[in-house]
């Protein structure tokens, strides 16, 4: 089941507070921003600053 859009345009980055964006294949929530990707796993953002991965 994918990140309803409701639930997307609540979450917020929780390092900066900035907008999120849902990558293509839907597994993961990217902050432009920060450069880092919060995985989605069994349906659930992973929102934890230590779990994120850098795009770079």
């Given at each position: 089941?994918?990140?309803?859009?409701?639930?997307?345009?609540?979450?917020?980055?929780?390092?900066?507070?900035?907008?999120l964006?849902?990558?293509?294949?839907?597994d993961?929530?990217?902050?432009?921003?920060?450069?880092?990707?919060y995985?989605?796993?069994?349906?659930?953002p992973?929102?934890?600053?230590?779990e994120?991965?850098?795009?770079?």
């Open positions: 089941m994918p990140i309803s859009k409701e639930l997307l345009e609540v979450l917020a980055c929780p390092k900066c507070k900035g907008d964006n849902l990558t293509e294949s839907e993961g929530l990217i902050c432009e921003n920060c450069q880092l990707l995985e989605i796993k069994d349906d659930i992973i929102m934890l600053i230590d994120a991965k850098p795009l770079n």
